[in-house]
């Protein structure tokens, strides 16, 4: 049975580094896992939409979100994989749990800095809440 991985990426190096881990260790299974690569656009505030229509906002999440999205997708293209692509908007822990549970992922690879401690706690870290909200297995890459 083919496996589904959710892998959200923010545009930064360290969420890159599950990217990396996955195009290294995605031919030791049988069957290539389907890779979902997601993007979560932050909310913006109620009030912009008096001076923006809602078209233009929907075209700017979409447009940040795919070029946070690109270097991740060519890693993998790179690799042989053919990921899917999908952009968000909402609360990032809460919008990629929600999207693993609704897509039937089997697992959610996320890149995260290393903090351990009171460190990881004062941080907040989107992996730390992905962590404690999920109800699939979180794998979470240095």
């Known amino acids: 049975m083919t496996q589904k991985w959710l892998v959200p990426i923010d545009g930064s190096e360290i969420a890159l580094h599950s990217v990396a881990w996955l195009a290294a260790h995605a ?16 909310t913006l505030p109620n009030d912009i939409g008096r001076f923006i229509n809602a078209n233009t906002i929907r075209e700017f ?7 946070a999205l690109a270097a991740a997708r060519d890693k993998l293209v790179a690799a042989g994989l053919k990921p ?3 952009v968000l908007v909402g609360d990032p822990a ?16 996320i890149g995260t ?8 706690t ?17 794998l979470l890459i240095r």
């Open 27 to 42: 031919a030791e299974y049988r069957d290539p896992p389907e890779i979902a690569l997601i993007n979560v656009q932050v």
């Open 61 to 67: 999440h979409l447009d940040a979100g795919m070029t």
């Open 84 to 86: 899917e692509l999908h």
């Open 94 to 109: 809460s919008a990629i749990t929600e999207f693993a549970d609704s897509h039937a992922c089997s697992q959610i690879l």
């Open 113 to 120: 800095r290393g903090h351990s401690g009171l460190a990881g």
């Open 122 to 138: 004062l941080l907040g870290s989107v992996a730390m809440k992905v962590v404690h909200l999920s109800s699939v297995p979180v």
